[in-house]
């Protein structure tokens, strides 16, 4: 980046507000009014030319009149003042500017032209700047509230662990709703509206490196700096700091609504979900699955494995935390023996496999919830626990007993997590979560919060994960100028790929020899750049054998080719291996505006064309990236031997995969497209049939 | 049913607390505390031998001491004494009773016994009885709450139009404090517990019948009662009042848990998905869900279609709606161009398409807000509008101008559903909702709510549906021993179901002569109730052609079963019809212990085997609910020509699966299953090439 850090926004010494007022209800005001209660401890200077203080402070003039300087500035001026005021600012010693006004790229073609006239300026100035179009920032810690949201009249942000950073101003005020109503504390609160300079991913970056984060929650439209972004996300997954994102434009319609909304550029859906599962960001599909999931995350207890042991007063809800826990991909264990044994003895009525089901008598007993809990989370090799104990449970009563219970096993077992799902007074909620416990309303909320926490543990101690494999040194580029299937498949071969053992010939006699060396029967196919389909004019023969046979396919195929395409120029005959058995699947790239090169796999014919059962991957990646994309197919058991078929060497195809990618990372100017249709995996190995390779240009 | 329905329960005219006590504290206490508190209309009377009043009232010393009668006796005593007190009440008159105690089928085979002999004295004595084990019932209007949930302690029921039935009574007082803490208003509210008497099945369909009872609730661990369930959910469906139905067990695991937990009979989950599908009842995946679906059902606006419109003030979450609206199967149509001009002209800034973006800036002037509301519901063919308006719009000024709007829209169209995302204090909340809008905290909820408001609509609509085909006079039953593939065949013919043309011969003649009939080649197969797997001995032959080659093959086919199985003993050969081109499906028939015939249909091949693409109806049913059961599978593209296949006679394929529908129905005592596969789906027309009868016994 090269360009001064977000200090100035985030954590300045200094502030000034230029159009600060006295009333409340103007965004000068209100600003002016939320610096002051927030506690910043340095100095704020309103700038108004047309008072000598506000709401008690002394007002100045212009910028230019403070004493000494502002680290922050913040713009609650109109649009077209913005400009001059960047370099004012600047003049004076400002860091970081937040610009409110609306009125820019989201207008149109001229709003659009006047901002980057402002990000110019900013980047001419030697100034950061937040916004236009945006609904500010609020960094608790440093008691700076740089917004003019309504949100911060009600109440002013509760300190915590928990960073959002949102492109919509307006969404972010939602999501700041939602964290205090459901009393998550925030350590930041951001929001970047038309990205000019500021992007997410910088805040993200930002935030990441402070101690006091340890959640982050990002509400992204656009993708504005993806290599930034990729870095931000690789550098927390590094440090252990969980983030979830909701990125809207999942759909078709979404997408389409979303080219309409001018501010930010559309990527393709699948794109960005390989880019977040490839980085081990959490993707949330609702508000309120990212609400959940960063209010368990805050916790900071990251269960070791899924085993989930369950706890309830009912055994029906027992049953529906099961079926939760499942379709979340968490296991349900059976509980040890002796474990069993020890709650049968306590409480004979109980169902003790796993779901433990105390039942509702038990509770007239209060001793018997935290005992049985203490079995299950320390005689057990649960690795989480989720109890329904509503709706008698939540009273301070039942808290002061089980606490101390709680304590004792985080003490020995830090990483195990308690979910409760109690209906509860807040303060008595309050009490749980200071030691790192959720409390939950529903039993699927409780359940579904764990095993976001398990794919964001395994994510974390897969990290960065295998190095993409290395290109042979005789790798060869991707031609400047389209190229034969035959030359594809050279292409790739140089580069580690598997292709079929073929040979192009232009004489009946080489067929015959060339085949003569291949074991069994072969296929021979017509070779012309201008025959795009060669089955149609009947250009692909299967299963010849035998020298005549050959002498015959050879020249039968140059007849078709004259007969049905007089003008196409014939390259000869391919006569290739005849491979069979194994499974037939779909490699290719594509080339993302905003990523570049991403790998897509998945099975041939209904798996790809009926089912689009594909999945896609950023390159480059290794082949444990590669591993994961295979297994996350849904028709992956078809690769397995399931219905009888043969299972394939799901190493070769992972290795396939990344020398695939590694090839369209090298050559990532170059590259359009790659389609190896199909590669066929076989029981030990794999060969590509057939290749295009698309230049760019 | 034949017995006396349940108004002694839900609308009695006098109460018995047997167990009564002052201490609310206790069970008997809290109960009579509950009902005094309740405003009751009929006389009280507690039962005590110890007393002589209980909290202010006269105590009598036993149930036979009391002036008059009593409808409802509520026992709160111990599990011994019940069905002794059974028949005390049952000599005065009393027509039901709760039993809350626990300690019988939930604690194993002594416990069950001694449940059956409650059901039995019950059933002897003419009283129905709610329970044992549950937690009871409150009907709000009747003031009655017969139950000792400490749920009321808090607070009382709110009267509302939503009626409870859970079978858990702690998951049932989980649902009041999430309804409660929602603003759902309830009509009923009751926990069936073990269900010896009362089932969730007769509540729900006493509570259909009550005028103030709109929508219904139902969370059931078990089906203890199928056929009274199903009459109850077609009566709900023809009162077009939605029920809203959680089941547990959905997973392997719960369905294992399920097990253990002993109260209840397990029952596959596909024939519990089945049957909901079937009667137009919203199966709900998780209890927010549930209760969200309920907070909007009973506001009693169902939209007539799909169209939603979207108005925010975000473009982003406009497009997060989109998404949102596409996942539930909703369509956000492009606007008309006179409304978006409308709109345009009015805020030249606004994305107008649909999602409709007024931004932020809009709410400066308030009355953009209803104005441009009123356009999309009013001058657009949208059923539905979903509107994110938060943060700043929860103020009662806000609701003083948007309802006006809104109540001129529902007067004109009342079925225009509106929905809207703004986080506000709970008194403006309830204004809107008093208007029957809905609020929510999402804009995901906000939209989902909608998609199950039109899916509930569907069913409505949809109703009962075509009546099942009637079999044809001559058709043929289930033979009472297991029969050949030719003779199954001939069964489903006489059904009306469609069946290769083929022959049974035993020489070969009679196979050249038969061959010689049909058009084009044959296939032989060898006949042997003794050979499972033809192919595997060779005993199949396909494409044979001309009379020397079927004589050869039937000599063959002859030769090969005498030579691999020389103790079988042969039928012949069977002579058929070589089909092809369509597609290959599947459909089947197994028998429920609790549903009976049940039918399933797929695609044949991986789409069965590998992903699972089947889908389940009860027996018996009509064409239209086969067609959506062949639309259900995510493999229906397959069937209308996708990936260049035949597009499938679709008429056929429903005709034939409601006609197998009857033939299982009809049979449901003698069939134990049966298996056509496959059932070859043609472009005109379709046909079973092989078929399975399973006869029961």
Redesign the interface.
């Known amino acids: 980046m090269g360009r001064v850090t977000l200090d100035g926004l985030l954590n300045p010494s200094s502030v000034a507000i230029l159009g600060a007022t006295d009333e409340t209800r103007r965004v000068g005001g209100r600003v002016m009014r939320y610096m002051h209660e927030a506690g910043f401890k340095g100095p704020i200077y309103p700038i108004n030319p047309k008072r000598e203080t506000v709401q008690g402070k002394r007002a100045y003039p212009s910028i230019s009149d403070i004493p000494g300087t502002a680290d922050l500035a913040i713009l609650s001026i109109p649009a077209r003042f913005v400009k001059q005021s960047i370099y004012d600012c600047a003049a004076k010693g400002v860091k970081a500017v937040v610009v409110f006004s ?1 009125g820019f790229a ?3 073609d001229e709003g659009r032209a006047m901002q980057e006239e402002l990000g110019a300026a900013a980047l001419d100035a030697g100034v950061r700047l937040l916004g236009p179009n945006c609904l500010g920032a609020a960094s608790v810690n440093s008691g700076v509230i740089a917004s003019f ?3 911060f009249l009600d109440a002013l942000p509760e300190p915590g662990s928990v960073g959002i950073v949102s ?5 972010g ?2 999501l ?3 964290a205090r ?1 459901r009393g998550i504390g925030l350590s930041h609160w951001v929001t970047t509206g038309n990205e000019v300079d500021i992007t997410i991913a910088e805040c993200l970056d930002f935030l990441v490196d402070r101690d006091e984060v340890n959640t982050l929650v990002v ?1 992204a ?1 656009g993708i504005n700096d993806a290599e930034g972004l990729r870095r931000a996300l690789a550098k927390a997954r590094g440090a252990r700091k969980p983030v979830i994102f ?1 990125k ?11 080219k ?2 001018t ?2 550029l559309a990527v393709s859906d699948a794109v960005v979900d390989a880019m977040l599962k490839q980085y081990g960001v959490y993707r949330a ?4 699955e990212m609400m959940d999931v960063a209010y368990a995350c805050q916790m900071g207890v990251f269960p070791e494995g899924r085993k989930l042991g369950i706890l ?9 935390m ?6 979340h991909g968490l296991e ?1 264990p059976e509980l040890p023996d002796a474990a069993q044994k020890k709650i049968a003895e306590m409480l004979p ?1 109980a ?1 003790v ?3 433990v ?1 105390i ?3 038990a509770m007239e007993d209060p001793s018997f919830v935290p005992i049985t809990h203490e079995i299950i989370l320390n005689e057990t090799d649960c690795d989480a626990v989720a109890s ?1 104990l ?3 449970s939540g009273s301070h009563e039942v808290a002061d007993t089980l606490l101390p219970y709680f304590a004792r096993v985080h003490e020995a077992t830090p990483n195990k997590a308690i979910s409760l799902n109690i ?1 509860m007074p807040e303060d008595v909620a309050r009490r749980y979560e200071a030691e790192r416990h959720t409390v939950f ?5 409780a359940v579904a919060s764990i095993a976001a926490l398990c794919k964001i543990r395994e994510s974390f101690d897969r990290g960065e994960g295998a190095a993409p494999l290395a290109a042979p040194s005789d790798a060869l580029s991707v031609p400047e100028m389209a190229v034969s299937e035959v030359e594809a498949k050279r292409v790739l071969a140089s580069n580690g790929i598997g292709v079929v053992r073929e040979a192009l010939v232009t004489d009946a006699d080489s067929a015959v020899s060339n085949a003569a060396e291949m074991p069994g029967a072969v296929v021979m196919k017509i070779a012309s750049p201008d025959i795009q389909h060669k089955t149609e004019i009947g250009g692909v023969l299967v299963g010849v054998e035998g020298d005549d046979a050959v002498r015959n396919g050879f020249d039968t195929l140059i007849a078709r080719a004259k007969e049905h395409a007089p003008d196409a120029s014939i390259d000869g005959v391919v006569v290739c291996e005849m491979v069979s058995g194994g499974v037939e699947t779909v490699i290719g790239v594509n080339s993302d505006p905003t990523f570049g090169p991403v790998v897509m796999f998945g099975l041939g ?2 798996f790809v ?3 689009k059962d594909v999945t896609f991957r950023l390159a480059p990646f290794g082949v444990d990236e590669a591993a994961r994309m295979i297994r996350e197919i ?2 992956f ?2 690769l397995t031997g ?2 009888g078929g043969p299972a394939v060497d799901l190493d070769d195809l992972a290795e396939t995969l990344s020398r695939v990618s590694v090839f369209a990372a090298e050559n990532a100017d170059t590259l359009d497209s790659l389609d190896i249709n199909p590669y066929l995996s076989l029981p030990k190995g794999g060969c590509a049939l057939d290749a295009l390779i698309v230049p760019k240009g």
Chains 1, 2 share one sequence.
């Open positions: 609306s989201e207008m149109g949201s309504s949100n492109q919509s101003g307006a969404f005020a939602h700041y709703s939602l109503a509400y439209e909701l809207v434009g999942r759909t078709e319609a979404g997408a389409e609504a979303a309409s909304h501010a930010s599909d609702t508000t309120d309830t007063i009912s055994g029906g809800v027992g049953v529906q099961a079926d939760s826990a499942i379709k349900v009525f169902a496999r796993n779901p089901d039942t509702a008598t329904f509503t709706p008698v209906i309303d529903t039993p699927d909320r014919g209904i064309e009926v089912l849904k028709s058991d078809v399931a219905r």
